[in-house]
């Protein structure tokens, strides 16, 4: 996750401490795009367009493929059975 989005995440978190703050997050919707109108909140153009979104202050994100799988990892360090429980969710949309 590049520090814009950590910084971005932090503020739009209830939480200031990143790794507390970094499981208020969910996935609210993903979709692939095929033409470059997409960008994560880090500048780079994406094609697989995640939107997460906090519990607590309702604040979403737009994130490509690289930025939320750094979130992922850093949200299944400490919510492993949350992640277990929403692959099948990516499954079905991805499907
Ligand atoms: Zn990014």
Redesign the pocket.
């Known amino acids: 996750?590049?520090s814009i989005?950590k910084e971005c995440v932090l503020n739009m978190s209830d939480s200031n401490d990143l790794d507390e703050a970094i499981t208020e997050w969910y996935v609210f919707s993903y979709h692939e795009s095929n033409n470059d109108t997409y960008r994560?909140?880090?500048?780079?153009l994406?094609n697989n367009v995640y939107i997460l979104k906090n519990k607590i202050t309702h604040a979403h994100i737009q994130?490509?493929s690289?930025?939320?799988n750094v979130f992922k990892e850093q949200v299944k360090y400490y919510h492993n059975n949350f992640i277990q429980s929403i692959l099948p969710i990516y499954e079905e949309i991805n499907y």
């Open positions: 996750m590049t989005v994560c909140h880090c500048g780079r994406i994130l490509g690289i930025c939320q």
